[in-house]
């Protein structure tokens, strides 16, 4: 890892190498765990404590941002998972000179005010909109953004990911007429953990 360099500064590829390091390193565990989905599983990814790492959102906005297309003009996700993606995307898109405005979507509507689901600024009718996740399982928590964001007039065609499980969540993605990207592959953490095993630690 290229500790010394600020990740800011790295270039993307030793970047995407570093963040895979950070998430074996603080985000992947094996044992027994039961998903938001319901299923059981023998291991857990927890994405919050990549994105919320000072250079895990770093890192998260660079990679994220090429692959977002040039005509979709916010980001945007469901909470909490896709709150600080969102963020980094965002603010890192700033520093290219990019507008991405930054749209978060309650699991609930809010109770008081507006009562409304999203949050942020208005966008006019039929602005493109990219929608971003940590971990994709089932597909179903990106599924749900995007419904939320067409209900409110946007327009909705791509969803990226940090991890793809491989649960099913490309292939309803593809029903559903979505392009989809994961900058990981579940087969890819899970090997990089098994050469660290071990040897890891905190932070990077």
């Given at each position: ?5 600020p990740?800011v500064?790295?270039d993307?590829p030793?970047?995407?190498q570093?963040l ?6 603080v985000a ?6 039961t ?6 599983s023998?291991?857990?990814i927890?994405?919050k404590?990549?994105t919320?790492h000072?250079q895990g959102?770093?890192a998260?906005?660079?990679l ?5 297309r040039?005509s979709a003009?916010?980001?945007?996700g469901l909470?909490?998972g ?7 995307t ?7 000179g990019?507008d991405?405005?930054?749209?978060l979507i309650r699991?609930?509507a809010?109770g ?5 689901y999203l ?5 006019p ?17 990106a599924?749900?953004a ?6 409110a007039?946007y ?8 991890v ?13 007429g979505l392009?989809?990207?994961s900058?990981?592959?579940l087969?890819e953490v899970q ?9 890891l630690v905190?932070?990077?």
């Amino acid at each position: 890892m290229s500790a010394s360099v600020p990740w800011v500064n790295l270039d993307l590829p030793t970047l995407r190498q570093n963040l895979l390091h950070l998430f074996c390193n603080v985000a992947y565990k094996e044992g027994d765990f039961t998903l938001s989905s319901g299923q059981s599983s023998s291991y857990y990814i927890n994405g919050k404590l990549v994105t919320l790492h000072p250079q895990g959102a770093v890192a998260v906005g660079r990679l994220l941002l090429p692959q977002i297309r040039p005509s979709a003009i916010a980001v945007s996700g469901l909470t909490l998972g896709a709150d600080p993606m969102v963020s980094a995307t965002s603010v890192v898109a700033a520093y290219e000179g990019r507008d991405l405005t930054g749209l978060l979507i309650r699991k609930e509507a809010k109770g008081h005010g507006t009562q409304a689901y999203l949050e942020g600024p208005t966008l006019p009718p039929g602005s493109e909109v990219a929608v971003l996740e940590d971990v994709v399982t089932t597909g179903q928590s990106a599924l749900k953004a995007v419904q939320r964001l067409r209900d409110a007039g946007y327009t909705v065609t791509q969803i990226l990911a940090l991890v793809d499980r491989n649960q099913g969540g490309a292939a309803l993605y593809q029903g559903e007429g979505l392009e989809f990207w994961s900058l990981f592959s579940l087969a890819e953490v899970q090997s990089h953990w098994k050469t660290l095993d071990g040897n890891l630690v905190g932070s990077p």
